[in-house]
Nanobody, 117 residues
């Protein structure tokens, strides 16, 4: 079992930056891939970025060059960070942290990111 808590969402102007953080607790040593997903109103949840236990990263084409995912394996917890730069209107969504242990996926409660002028 893993518990995920996101933070860092908010309101930002186009072109601005935000950093999202996800704190994982519980069976953190069993976590494999971790990632960020987002869901905009009326749309399906989509992958934003994923990072493997070994540090391999994958990004959605829509965020390549603007977003950076990182993972900090601390002693008793794992932090997943999403640095978002050059934000666009279309980045507005609820962002969810995800972690996989074997085939089981765990989700955080989500954090709202709104890009608006």
């Amino acid at each position: 079992q893993v518990q995920l808590v996101e933070s860092g969402g908010g309101l930002v102007h186009p072109g601005g930056s935000l950093s999202l953080s996800c704190e994982a607790s519980g069976s953190i040593f069993s976590i494999n891939d971790m990632g960020w997903y987002r869901q905009a109103p009326g749309k399906q949840r989509e992958l934003v970025a994923v990072i493997s236990r070994g540090g391999n990263m994958h990004y959605a084409d829509s965020v390549k060059g603007r977003f950076t995912i990182s993972r900090d394996n601390a002693k008793n917890t794992v932090y997943l960070i999403l640095q978002m730069n050059s934000l666009k209107f279309e980045d507005t969504a609820v962002y969810y942290c995800n972690a996989y242990i074997a085939a089981a996926g765990y989700w955080g409660q989500g954090t709202q990111v709104t890009v608006s002028s």
